[in-house]
């Protein structure tokens, strides 16, 4: 059974930075892709960044490019993503999101599937 627990959400003011980790379990094989989705109150989900074990490569949606880095531990079986320059529009809650089959980074975070397995989410908070 898949399990997908985030950490590292908080409160920081604009400039600030934020780590957040997903730690991963029941990846059996390397054939799966881990990455970090936001919403905010009143708007769209969105795919921030998203990582492929099977594939290889990373994805940044362009509202983070430069400023997030999404990295992994294979020891751990965890997940980080590194946010730097923080602004007040990253406010959102982030959740770590993980699927089970050889796939690339940019189909992980640009379409989600029913079959896709969530964490409880974390939340971050940016003040001007």
């Known amino acids: 059974q898949v399990q997908l627990v985030e950490s590292g959400g908080g409160s920081v003011q604009t400039g600030g930075s934020l780590r957040l980790s997903c730690a991963a379990s029941?990846?059996?094989?390397?054939?799966?892709?881990i990455g970090w989705f936001r919403q905010a109150p009143g708007k769209e989900r969105e795919g921030v960044s998203c990582?492929?074990?099977?594939?290889?490569?990373?994805y940044y949606a362009d509202s983070v490019k430069g400023r997030f880095t999404i990295s992994r531990d294979n020891a751990k079986n965890t997940v980080y993503l590194e946010m730097n320059s923080l602004k007040p529009e990253d406010t959102a809650v982030y959740y770590c999101?993980?699927?089970?089959?050889?796939?690339?980074?940019?189909?992980?975070?640009?379409?989600?599937?029913?079959?896709?397995?969530w964490g409880q989410g974390t939340q971050v908070t940016v003040s001007s």
């Open positions: 990582i492929s074990r099977s594939v290889g490569g990373a």
């Open positions: 029941g990846f059996t094989s390397d054939y799966y892709a």
């Open positions: 999101v993980g699927r089970k089959r050889a796939t690339t980074a940019q189909n992980l975070c640009v379409m989600t599937l029913a079959s896709d397995y």
